[in-house]
């Protein structure tokens, strides 16, 4: 058949299976965000280094294909604390008000990312409810680039609201949003 979707499978990841095949989940995460090699690789051991934090979680979304499948979709996320560089960050991006309501117990979605070639798909929404389905957090916090894109547009349907806009993180020049949902997160139809 041509013109069809190929299947498309989500599913949460063993830590030590994201551990192994990180280099490809990166691979995807500069793909998406466009960035190049260096700063792919520059990322390798915070993205390693996660994988330890309280309250850890990894989806993958997996396409089939005449070889097999192959992985073309991943987020992940954790509990955000004092003294992590993101939760630092932004903490000095919020007003005392906004933080003390919604940083402590958060969940952190860290790293969301599919694949150029699979995307407008739906498979970013599925990631996300994956990810943050059954956590032990009373809300989600993420940062995205401040721009009309398509994952800015998802979060925003899925319930994510504006918590900062316009916000610089050291060794990216784009401005960033940051944005937090109560959990769970409203079902939205596809």
């Known amino acids: 058949m041509t013109g069809t979707t190929p299947a498309t499978r989500v599913t949460e990841l063993p830590v030590g299976w994201l551990r192994d095949h990180m280099h490809e989940a990166l691979t995807i995460y500069g793909e998406a965000m466009g960035y190049d090699a260096s700063?792919?690789?520059?990322?390798?051991?915070?993205a390693v280094q996660h994988t330890e934090r309280p309250g850890f979680r990894a989806v993958g979304a997996f396409e089939a294909g005449r070889d097999g499948?192959?992985?073309?979709?991943?987020?992940?996320?954790?509990?955000?604390?004092?003294g992590?560089?993101?939760?630092?960050?932004?903490?000095?991006?919020?007003?005392?008000?906004?933080?003390?309501?919604?940083?402590?117990?958060?969940?952190?979605?860290?790293?969301?990312?599919?694949?150029?070639?699979?995307?407008?798909?739906?498979l970013g929404r599925r990631l996300l409810h994956a990810l943050v389905e059954g956590v032990p957090a009373p809300v989600a916090l993420l940062s995205?680039?401040?721009?009309?894109t398509k994952a800015f547009r998802l979060y925003h349907a899925d319930g994510f609201?504006?918590?900062?806009?316009?916000?610089?993180?050291?060794?990216d020049a784009r401005p960033f949003a940051i944005l937090g949902a109560r959990l769970p997160l409203r079902a939205v139809a596809s």
Do not use: I, M, N
Not at 99 to 120: I, M, N, T, Y
Not at 144 to 148: E, G, Q, S, V, W
Not at 161 to 170: C, I, N, S, T
């Open 144 to 148: 995205t680039p401040d721009a009309d």
């Open 161 to 171: 609201v504006d918590l900062a806009r316009g916000h610089h993180f050291p060794g």
């Open 69 to 82: 499948e192959r992985l073309v979709g991943f987020g992940y996320g954790y509990l955000v604390a004092p």
């Open 84 to 122: 992590q560089w993101w939760h630092d960050q932004v903490r000095a991006a919020l007003d005392r008000r906004t933080a003390k309501r919604w940083l402590p117990g958060a969940f952190e979605v860290c790293e969301l990312h599919v694949h150029p070639d699979a995307q407008s798909r739906g």
């Open 39 to 46: 700063v792919v690789a520059g990322r390798y051991g915070y």
